[in-house]
Every structure is written in C-alpha cells, then in structure tokens.
C-alpha cells in the first residue's frame, strides 16, 4: 500500500533497485507503525542490480498456478469481498491470501488472543467463550499459537460443529498467519487449520504463497487480528507477551480492548494487570462481550 501511495507509475519503481525500494518500505512500514520491519525479502532480492515489471510477473504467473493447486485465493483491496474493517486501519495490506471462507460483510467479528502458556482457568475461559460466542453468531477471530488462540479456535470449531448437527447457525472461526497459508506454523497445529477450512472457516494472510514465519511476520499480523474486528480480547498475557501488540494496535485503529476476568497473578498475567491498570475493559462472561459489541443478548 504505501508504494502505491508513493508512486504513480509502474516505471516509477523499475527505476529504482531492490535495495532502495526495501528501504522505501521499511521507512514507510515505520512511519506508520514505529516499528522499521523488512518487507518479504523473497520478492526483493538485495544482490540484483536492476528488476523489471515482467520478472514481477513471470513470478506472480508462477504463484498463480500454485495457489490454484493449493485451494489459495487472494483478494485486492480494491474488490467488494476485502474484509471493510480491515481497509480502515491505517496500514491495510493491499492484498490477502486466503483458504477457505471470507466471512460476509456486517459480520460480527472478535479477536481472542492470548499467552502461549495460559493457566488452566485460562484455556477453560477461551474456549468456553469463543464457543458462546460463535453460538451467537460472533466470528472468532485468532491468530493459530498454541495457548489461548488455538483454545479459541476450538471453541468456535466446536460451536460450529454442535450447531450443525442441530441445524444452527454458530459462527465460523477465522485464524491471521505470521506466515504464508502454504505454511502452517505451528506444524502442531496442521489438524486444526485443516480443521478450520472444513468448517467454512478462514485462513488468511497477506504474504504470498511460499512465505516463511519471521521474526518480523507475527508483530505485523497483528495489526490484521485487530483489523479485522470492532472488540479484543486479551486473556491472559504476560509482560512481553505477542498479545500485547494486537492490544496496541487495537488502541491505534480505535476498536474495543477487553481483558479477560480478573488478571491472573504471576509472570504470564503481568501484560494484563498493566493494561488494566491502564484502564482497559474488564469482562467476566460472553454477555458483558456481546454488549460491549452493542448486539442484543
């Protein structure tokens, strides 16, 4: 998005070499975010003197046949089925890369994120919560780390199963990769994103195809979790914890920031008692969620 903004012109950009244009992006990138990340080295290559238009395409025909083996699709931000949330943040991704189910316009949508090593009262609360939730329609919206998130996933999945088999309609889950859809990560967790596409569900990413996790990928996916949705929920999340960034930046898009009942004491609660020092939302059960979402209970 930002080197559309920048530049007009396809020859704009041919005139420049790799190196530069990933300096351009990294600057932009921390301009909008204060964090100076790289953008996916392998669509850059820093050792290539010159790159041109047709070396773009030629690699995004290839990507093209990949993603049609795979089951992947993509949608522009100029298209009607890009998720309308996400465009209004600040630094939306010009295109997402999907298995799966994009979820309707207007849908209800939560993120549940958390601690990879929760408390046993914790993992209870999430699921527990993203079950009800998705029983009520709300879309659960998580990022596929062990701990909170694929507790919250399987809530969902859950809910979606039982309200089948009931002939309900529970929401579907939808999980924000640190990585390329191709590349589940963790691989222990290959079965629930299996899992999460068989129950028209979604897996969503703005990298393309062959795109492996970095370091980087995870804090900048974030901002999608958040993105997607009106409210977050943290539960349960320590100083340093991941979760946190998706509460920034959900402060930065102007959406809801929720915590999870009380903040659990110890090391992996400490993100929390601070946030709700700070004076964020404290919920005790899905009603108080489903309110702060302004839906009828």
């Known amino acids: 998005m930002y080197l559309c903004e920048k530049f007009e012109r396809e020859s704009d950009l041919t005139a420049l070499t790799p190196a530069e244009v990933k300096r351009i992006c990294a600057a932009g990138r921390a301009l909008r975010t204060g964090r100076g990340e790289a953008v996916n080295g392998r669509i850059f290559d820093d050792k290539a003197k010159s790159w041109s238009m047709d070396d773009i395409a030629s690699r995004a025909r290839e990507d093209a046949v990949f993603m049609e083996r795979r089951g992947i699709r993509w949608v522009s931000i100029a298209e009607d089925a890009y998720p309308p949330l996400l465009r209004e943040i600040y630094d939306p991704p010009a295109v997402l890369f999907y298995r799966g189910v994009l979820p309707q316009s207007g ?12 408390g046993a009262a914790s993992l209870r609360w999430a699921y527990e919560a993203a079950r009800d939730l998705s029983l009520a329609g709300v879309l659960v919206v998580s990022g596929l780390a062990t701990g909170i998130d694929a507790m919250a996933h399987r809530g969902a999945l859950d809910a979606a199963a039982g309200s089948a088999g009931a002939g309900g309609t529970a929401a579907p889950t939808v999980s924000v990769f640190g990585s390329s859809v191709d590349y589940v990560y963790p691989a222990s967790n290959r079965s629930l994103a299996r899992r999460i596409v068989a129950s028209g569900g979604l897996l969503l990413s703005e990298y393309p195809p062959g795109t ?32 946190l960034i998706t509460a920034d930046f959900a402060l930065e898009q102007n959406r809801s920031l929720c915590l999870a009942g009380d903040p659990v004491d110890g090391a992996f609660g400490a993100g929390c ?8 939302k404290v919920v005790h059960k899905p009603v108080d969620i489903l309110t702060e979402l302004g839906l009828e209970i």
Do not use: H, Q, Y
């Not at 849908?107 to 958390?114: E, H, T």
């Not at 977050?232 to 914890?241: L, Q």
């Open 212 to 243: 492996r996790p970095a370091k980087w990928t995870f804090p900048a996916r974030n901002r999608i979790i958040s993105g997607l949705c009106r409210c977050t929920v943290i539960v349960e999340a320590g100083e340093k914890s991941g979760a």
């Open 273 to 280: 008692r601070k946030l709700a020092e700070d004076g964020a």
């Open 107 to 118: 849908k209800p949508a939560l993120a549940m994120v958390g601690t990879r090593k929760p």
